[in-house]
């Protein structure tokens, strides 16, 4: 082999692409909280008035609650969902966060933080996807498009017009039993749809990257001890064949097929969050299918946001 | 000098096009996506910036894929065609991406090659019931010497010396890789123990995917991310970084972005075609003419141009004189394999899937088959030792009926799909089949008002036997493997009629001989029109269970080359 390869990018090779990547790519100040601190929160766009902001906050957390560790209130889930409903309301539009690295890994910047300014056509796309289509024969031809900020408003809307009318409170004073069974409750239809769309939007902003708004002190890679975005440093040679916490049988095992005489890409790096190291796992029953990342991408990108969509992509939904 | 169009920049019409150039061609390229690799021809691949990042939600929202309500794929099972079902389904399932440089911008680079039996199926195994088994018009030594070529060029890892004596028999012709393998992970150490206890033979994952410095741009670091994901740190070779972006700067080269193709034209006789007609990115016509077009669109996309194209000349669409364009279309299905564990494997912290087991590739015959109800059955490949981010955790769980509350919020906690789980997936071959086709959806547009491509498409009994036989021999092998304390195999033609969410799309075009059974000659051009050349994996006449890329590439520079140097 040539002895002077490099085994890791140097640093020239990404400082290149630190300095070629957000000189097109994001021509727009900063909306996104630095690393997800709560100081970037009045940069974020907002949509839904405050009442019933605070009628999704209450739902998220029947989504995700708090138990030992911290539910979708806590993350600011709330916040994040409402951000992408307010998408068009800021330059560039809050829908893709930027690239090619977050601080989170040894980068100096946070280019996560910069969004990405969307071409037309993706913001046709995605004004469709929030805004509707609103009777405009530009957006109507396959039909009527019914937006997110329609889907959110009409549900919460009548999560409170229910709550006031069965139990003469507003939705986040009840019981959080009694704000399951409204929330359930699949025979309205507006609520039913509400469900279709915040239980993904949920999970999406408690576990995806906190510059969207959500995962608040990163509390959805904490409890899963999830490493979050590890670019650039990436994982040394020795993280990435032997195991934290060896196994019995890691002796057997065969060798890793690289040439151990190559330099380690990675200083090593501890893991973090509450279950690494040896904390045991807690027991559970294997799913009933194996999954696949290559074929999960295509299928959370194919649902675009709907549950039902994606129950039904998964095989458990077959209505 | 010479000039030609070329539909689509993947891997297919990139490296056409730097074929050409490289011949002093004058070449354009029309995508109907945008460009996220900032400096894209102004600067060297290796000084390339990128939109793309370690960020699960981008790929979520679909990013660097058309639009699922602005350019939907319409799709319904064979039984709901029977039974008079338009469609049951509408959006991105089974889209492939559509950027400069196409799906290979966030594929998982795995390039095994094809075997030598591959090329003749039909003569060495006989025909199936209900299926258009047919032989490739030209053979694996054609194909041979591109192989090493794009090997070389793009930089794949790998290490010959280490392939099974089978896999090494059936695909001759080799030098070593140019770059040594990556670290394996632990998750797939541990199944390649379990792979050789029940007589496997585990070996290291040929993937486009730097283990060393190449060509000026970093080794990769293992960060899992790949299939789905942008390369955060340009460690990957592809057909922008590798063929695209030096082709455009040599000058002779220009793609022009968000550029949708409507229609090939012909003469009014349609014995050659005369140009394209496009909707730039501001929605204004265009045409271009020009004495040679290159279709590199992929296989949905190519074939719904082919039938957009219809004429006085070719009332049924370009090429499609003996109704072939669209028939045929093979999708690999996946059987997805998990061996499961008590404490955190770690199967996320490695390249995706670096080993890769050959011993179900096939064919397998014998009363065990016919048993089956087939005569034969040929598998493929399995990818070794894969992991899920947590996004894709989350929402697999999701999906599968946990309902949200405490019960989703305690799977995350337990974590079996993703920390207590060493993934497998066998890639199976998908027949060719008369009624699994593309055709042009008779209401539902795309934003331009063109009609969409419809989908219809379900397994052969070949890939429900295919699956039922081999996926209690992927469940030996993860119990088998050292600590696994359960394992769950999920043969998807077993699970349903629709198509699995896979990026691996061949067909609709096929290439033969005999222009009654084929759509294109063995060195793409069709039967009716011979100056427009399928270069794309819809010429594929059968669709082997290896990750295609590496075909699609060596097949189109082996057309690109003779047209460059025999005028073909």
Same mark, same amino acid.
């Given at each position: ?16 692409? =630190? ?25 974020? *766009? ?23 560790? *911290? ?45 990405? @300014?969307?071409? *037309? ?43 006031? #009318? ?87 095992? *065969? ?34 299918? =194996? ?16 549950? $039902? ?11 | ?79 709901? =065609?029977? =039974?008079?079902?338009? $469609? ?19 594929? %998982? ?31 694996? #030594? ?5 192989? !090493? ?12 010396? $280490? ?20 670290? @394996? ?29 190449? !060509? ?69 016509? +265009? ?58 494997? +770690? ?88 009624? %699994? ?93 011979? %100056? ?14 290896? %990750? ?21």
């Amino acid at each position: 082999m040539d002895p002077t390869r490099t085994t890791s990018a140097t640093r020239r090779q990404l400082l290149q692409l =630190a300095l070629a990547t957000p000189a097109l790519a994001a021509c727009g100040r900063s909306t996104a909280p630095p690393g997800g601190e709560a100081a970037g929160a009045t940069a974020l *766009p907002r949509h839904l008035p405050a009442p019933l902001r605070a009628t999704l906050e209450a739902v998220v957390e029947r989504l995700i609650p708090g138990d030992s560790d *911290p539910g979708a209130a806590a993350a600011q889930a709330a916040r994040a969902i409402d951000a992408l409903l307010g998408a068009f309301s800021v330059e560039p539009p809050f829908l893709f966060a930027g690239a090619p690295f977050s601080d989170r890994a040894g980068a100096a910047r946070n280019d996560f933080a910069r969004f990405l @300014t969307p071409d *037309p056509y993706e913001q046709l796309g995605w004004r469709l996807r929030i805004e509707g289509s609103q009777g405009r024969p530009e957006r109507e031809f396959n039909g009527p498009v019914t937006g997110l900020q329609t889907i959110y408003r009409e549900g919460l809307e009548r999560l409170e017009a229910r709550a006031a #009318a069965e139990y003469g409170q507003s939705y986040p004073a009840l019981p959080a039993p009694v704000q399951d069974q409204l929330l359930n409750d699949g025979a309205d239809a507006a609520i039913a749809a509400l469900l279709d769309v915040a239980f993904p939007a949920t999970l999406e902003a408690y576990y995806g990257p906190p510059e969207y708004g959500g995962n608040a002190a990163l509390v959805g890679w904490d409890f899963t001890a999830y490493p979050g975005d590890v670019q650039p440093r990436g994982w040394s040679d020795e993280q990435v064949v032997n195991a934290d916490n060896p196994g019995p049988f890691d002796a057997l095992l *065969p060798p890793s097929y690289h040439d151990p005489a190559r330099r380690s890409a990675a200083p090593h790096r501890p893991l973090t969050g509450r279950h690494a190291g040896g904390m045991p796992l807690p027991p559970a029953s294997p799913p009933a299918q =194996a999954p696949s990342m290559e074929l999960l991408a295509g299928v959370i990108a194919a649902a675009g946001g709907s549950l $039902r969509a994606l129950r039904r992509l998964l095989g458990s939904d077959h209505a | 000098m010479p000039e030609a169009i070329i539909i689509g920049s993947g891997p297919a019409g990139s490296i056409s096009a730097w074929e050409l150039a490289r011949a002093g061609w004058t070449v354009t390229v029309l995508e109907r996506g945008r460009n996220l690799r900032p400096g894209f021809g102004e600067r060297p691949s290796a000084e390339l910036g990128t939109l793309y990042s370690s960020d699960e939600l981008k790929g979520a929202r679909q990013f660097g894929f058309p639009h699922p309500l602005l350019e939907p794929i319409t799709g319904r099972t064979r039984a709901e =065609a029977e =039974a008079g079902t338009a $469609r049951s389904v509408q959006g991105l399932h089974i889209q492939l991406g559509s950027a400069v440089g196409g799906t290979a911008l966030h594929y %998982n680079a795995k390039f095994p090659r094809f075997w030598q039996q591959d090329f003749h199926t039909l003569s060495a195994l006989g025909p199936q019931a209900g299926a258009q088994v047919a032989d490739w018009p030209i053979g694996y #030594a054609d194909l041979a010497p591109f192989y !090493d070529e794009v090997e070389q060029h793009i930089g794949v890892q790998g290490d010959i010396t $280490r392939l099974p004596a089978r896999t090494a028999e059936q695909t001759p012709g080799r030098r070593q890789y140019p770059m040594p393998p990556n670290p @394996t992970g632990y998750a797939a150490r541990l199944l390649a123990a379990g792979a050789e206890r029940v007589g496997y033979t585990p070996y290291p994952y040929p993937a486009a995917v730097n283990s060393t410095g190449f !060509d000026g741009r970093p080794a990769c670091n293992s960060c899992g991310l790949c299939s789905g994901f942008g390369c955060p740190i340009n460690a990957r070779g592809d057909a922008l970084v590798s063929y695209l972006n030096p082709a455009v700067i040599s000058g002779r080269v220009r793609v022009i972005e968000r550029a949708l193709v409507t229609r090939i034209e012909t003469r009014a006789d349609g014995g050659r075609a005369t140009g394209v007609r496009y909707l730039d990115a501001e929605g204004r016509e +265009q045409r271009l003419a020009v004495e040679k077009i290159l279709l590199a669109a992929s296989p949905i996309s190519t074939a719904r141009l082919l039938l957009l194209s219809a004429s006085a000349a070719h009332p049924r669409g370009l090429g499609n004189r003996s109704d072939q364009v669209g028939r045929n279309l093979m999708f690999h299905y996946f059987t997805l394999g998990g061996a499961f564990f008590e404490r955190d494997v +770690q199967s996320l912290r490695a390249q995706s899937t670096t080993v890769e087991v050959d011993d179900l590739v096939g064919p397998f015959s014998g009363p065990a088959i016919q048993a089956l109800g087939v005569p034969w059955i040929k598998g493929g490949l399995v990818q070794v030792g894969s992991g899920l981010p947590i996004l894709a955790e989350a929402f697999f769980y999701a999906g599968l009926g946990i309902p949200h509350g405490s019960a989703h919020k305690q799977a995350m906690r337990a974590s079996l799909a993703r920390r207590r789980i060493a993934g497998i997936q066998f890639v199976g071959e998908d027949l060719p089949q008369a009624g %699994n086709r593309v055709d042009l959806d008779p209401e539902r547009r795309d934003w331009r008002g063109l009609p969409v491509a419809r989908v219809t498409w379900s397994p052969h009994a070949h890939e429900r036997a295919a699956a039922q036989y081999t996926a209690p021999l992927l469940e030996a092998w993860l119990l088998a493997t050292p600590g696994a304390v359960g394992a769950v195999v999920t043969p998807g033609p077993l699970l349903g009629d629709a198509p699995q969410n896979t990026a691996h799309h061949a067909g609709t075009a096929r290439m033969g001989e005999d222009p009654q059974t084929s759509v294109c000659d063995a060195l793409g051009r069709l039967h009716d029109c011979p %100056n427009v050349h399928v270069v794309d994996a819809s010429s594929f006449p059968t669709f082997p269970g290896f %990750n295609p890329t590496l075909t699609i590439l060596a097949n189109a520079q082996r057309i690109a080359r003779a047209i460059a140097q025999q005028g073909a």
